[in-house]
Each structure stands twice: as C-alpha cells, then as structure tokens.
C-alpha cells in the first residue's frame, strides 16, 4: 500500500490542517445535529474526500470515541474494507448523466442495510451535466430522512446555487508548508526513515502545497530507509542551491557567463526545466527579502517577470532548452542598457555588414570591444537572430569584430541621439524584438528622414510593420525630431 494511502487520516484527531472544518463537524456529531447535504470546496488535494468519509463513518459509528469513529465497530471495519453497501463513493466525472443521479434516487427509497443513515458522496460534483444537476436538486429538496448527501469539488463556480443554496458550504484552505513538513515527518517517524532537512526543503517547495504530491515524491526517494538530498540530486537530475544561486547573482549583476553556466547543465543532462523552477522560488524568497529590508527591487521582480514567462512559454514549444535559453538573452540584453555615465561613453554599436554600409554616408570607425563577461559577445547576438550564413547574415567570417560596430554619434545631425531613442522606446514598452533589432541595425537622420539599415531578414521585420513605425514616430515627437518618413533597408 502507497504511504498515502496508508497515512491518510482515518480519525478527525489526524485531520490537522483544517480546524475549523473538524471542530463544526464534530460538534455537529456531538450534538446530533448533522444535516442532509453538506458541499465541501476548494483546493485540489486537501483532504475532501478523505473529510467526506470521515463525516460519513462518524455519522454511522456505533461507538464513537471524543467523537471520533473508534475504527473498532462493524460499520468501521465494513466500511475500512469497502464491505459496507450503505456509504456509496461515487466519481461524478464518470457518473456524469442524468441517469446515474436518477438511479440514486431510485435507490435511496430504500432504508439502509446495517446504517442508520444511507450516505451518497459525490466527488467532484461540479462535472455533472445540467440535467444531472436538476434531478439531483429534486432530491436535495425533498431528501428521505434516512439519506444524506456530501458533494465535494474543486470548482465551486461551476456548481449552480441552486445546488449551494441547499447544502452546508465549508471552503477549505490550502495546506501551508509548515503542515506539508510536518505530516512528512509524522511519516518519516512511523516508517523509521532518516530524512535530512535539506530534503524536507526541497520535497516540501515542489509539492505546491500539495500533500498529495509531497508524499508521492517523498515515497520515491527512499533508499536503504532513508532519504539523502545527494540523491534527490542525482535521481531527479536537478541543480543543487549552490549553483542556483550562483547563476541568479549573476543574472542580477548582468553577467552573461551564465550562458555558459546554463550550456554546462545542458551538456550534464540536467532538467533545465527543474532547475528555471528552482530558480523561480529562489528568485521568490530573494525578493521578498529584500522588501523586508526596504531594498530596492525592480531588478528582481524584473528577472523575475521573464522567468516566469518563460517558464510558461516552454510548455508550447519544440525545444524547452531553446526557449528557456532565448529569455536568458532577453533579460541580460536588457540589463546591457548604460546605466551610469560615468561608466559608459553613451554609444549604441550597431552592426552591419561591411559590404553594405556606403561610407561616404556613414562614419564608420573600429572600436575596441570590452572583452568583459558581462558583454554579449557578437557570436550570443547571432544565435539570438538565428543567422544561417546567407546574404543577410551578421557574421562574416573574414571580418574582424571590432570593425562591424558603428559610433553612434556620428549621426548626420547633431540633434539626434540614436542611444536615447532606443532607450525612449524601451521606457515605451515596446516589444523586445524591436529595441534588440535597432540596436544591432545602422541607423541614419539626415533631411528629416530616419534610414535604418537592418542587420538581418529577422531584424527587418521586427522594425518594418505598422506598429513599430507608430511607436518610433510617436517617441521621435516626443524627442523633437521632425521625421518626415522612416524607410526601412
């Protein structure tokens, strides 16, 4: 038998997460007052159904103990070894149609066998169809005495009030980690296992607060009667907290060796996908951290906005590692923006091929490229863009790096500052893909007219539609520089 089975509660004593739930139901046992319909809500895994067959032994036992069932009578036994014909469990997702409630009400005209009351638990009520749900409120209304009904769901809004109306709700509360740790040592201690801490932490962030899911993945790493975070480590292929924190602080300081710490655990077949996960609820407990020191935070909840995306993007897409790894260039490349004038010249590079750029038009000098980390080298810029090699392409093998970047300054009008602009523009919310696009593009002002010689055919389309046009016109107004027209090369 799983643990959770094994542990799950069979007495209201063990029910120690939802207090409020035991103690009405109790002292609703004590006092003979229970009622004909009960409706028990909310999260998944929180022990609903498990309170429903409790609710339903308690009614039904012949020697209750502090007004818990004594597991010891024949109804208790019966029902531990589903012998008793009186309590029916049924999965309203399989029992969906109108005629499964019909033939529940056929059957509960008849009085119970061994019961004193015939107790009907749906689950999962909310997957009845409508006319379910109509028969079913004829017998809510009008219930034998001797039948009682306990619905339980997920989804509340999806059950009419018709049906609520005529039911005692109880909504129950998640289960905090606090409980999900304790239950986990309560069975750690049974079943004599030596768990570290380290363990604990680690079952208990990726259950979501489930406990289900805890003792599921608790159960799995047991070895030898016990539980090792090395081998959580080793089995589930995930990053120890050493190196999850080495990686965020250097996505925090916008350090863009993490490209090459992140190709490192795809080559060592780690979970990347586990590992953005860890890194979310690290990034998570970070920031909220900070906020108790009254730290500024934009840069974490930033971070932490794109992991998240990306996380959720990876779910839809042919390869996870190439969308978890697109959104680490999209955040370092924002974080490339100057920041300090103090630090930076305010230059922009902008990339072209050299074949392409007249230059009795364009002032073209070499620069000398920071070797830095924390640069995005000209070889992460063409991965991001997806060159193959043709025409249109950034690279060019026989053309040394420095001599493809560009000296923004040199505009043909002194009133025009092409580091502004795209800065503007990011202030404006506009898309990744366009700021990136202009950054790595040749741009020109000279007689009212703005000439943007695009690096790449993915780049030119980033720039050239009707919605990138509008927004550099717009932030061009607001700069005060007359653009009679945008032509895009």
Not at 27 to 45: E, G, S
């Amino acid at each position: 038998m799983s643990l959770y089975l094994k542990y799950r509660p069979s007495d209201f004593d063990n029910l120690m997460w939802q207090k409020f739930v035991k103690e009405t139901l109790q002292k609703a046992i004590a006092q003979n007052k229970t009622v004909w319909a009960y409706l028990l809500c909310w999260p998944r895994w929180t022990w609903k159904t498990t309170t429903a067959r409790l609710l339903a032994k308690s009614i039904n036992c012949l020697n209750l103990k502090d007004w818990n069932p004594c597991n010891e009578c024949e109804i208790c036994k019966d029902f531990k070894e589903d012998k008793l014909v009186d309590i029916i469990e049924i999965d309203a997702a399989s029992h969906t149609w109108v005629d499964n409630i019909r033939e529940i009400i056929e059957r509960a005209k008849f009085t119970p066998n061994k019961t004193k009351f015939k107790i009907y638990i749906i689950d999962e009520v909310h997957m009845l169809s409508k006319g379910a749900f109509n028969a079913l409120l004829k017998i809510l209304e009008e219930p034998p005495s001797h039948v009682k009904f306990i619905l339980a769901t997920t989804e509340t809004n999806k059950v009419p009030e018709t049906i609520i109306s005529r039911c005692q709700r109880y909504d129950f509360k998640r289960i905090n980690d606090t409980d999900v740790k304790n239950r986990l040592k309560y069975i750690a201690e049974k079943e004599w296992i030596t768990v570290d801490d380290k363990s604990y932490d680690y079952i208990v962030s990726n259950s979501a607060w489930w406990l289900r899911n805890a003792i599921s993945l608790f159960e799995q790493m047991i070895v030898d009667n016990s539980i090792s975070y090395s081998n959580i480590v080793d089995k589930l292929w995930i990053i120890d907290n050493e190196k999850i924190d080495n990686i965020l602080n250097k996505l925090l300081n916008q350090n863009s060796s993490v490209i090459d710490d992140i190709n490192l655990l795809i080559e060592d077949w780690k979970n990347l996908k586990i590992f953005f996960k860890d890194l979310i609820f690290s990034l998570k407990n970070n920031i909220l951290s900070e906020i108790k020191l009254w730290n500024d935070i934009n840069n974490h909840i930033f971070i932490l906005d794109n992991l998240n995306k990306s996380y959720s993007e990876s779910k839809n897409t042919l390869d996870e590692n190439i969308t978890l790894m697109l959104w680490v260039f999209k955040i370092i490349s924002n974080y490339s923006e100057p920041t300090n004038n103090s630090n930076y010249d305010n230059k922009t590079h902008n990339i072209a091929k050299k074949q392409d750029i007249n230059k009795e038009d364009i002032n073209i000098k070499s620069n000398e490229i920071n070797n830095d980390d924390n640069n995005i080298k000209i070889d992460d810029i063409d991965d991001i863009f997806w060159n193959s090699g043709d025409d249109n392409s950034i690279k060019d093998n026989n053309t040394e790096v420095n001599d493809v970047f560009v000296d923004t300054k040199n505009s043909s009008s002194s009133d025009f500052d092409v580091s502004k602009f795209i800065g503007d523009l990011k202030n404006k919310w506009a898309k990744w893909s366009l700021t990136m696009a202009l950054r790595w593009s040749m741009i020109k002002y000279e007689n009212n007219i703005i000439l943007i010689k695009s690096s790449t055919s993915f780049t030119k389309k980033s720039i050239d539609n009707a919605d990138s046009i509008a927004l550099m016109k717009s932030v061009l107004d607001d700069m005060w520089i007359i653009v009679e027209k945008i032509d895009v090369l």
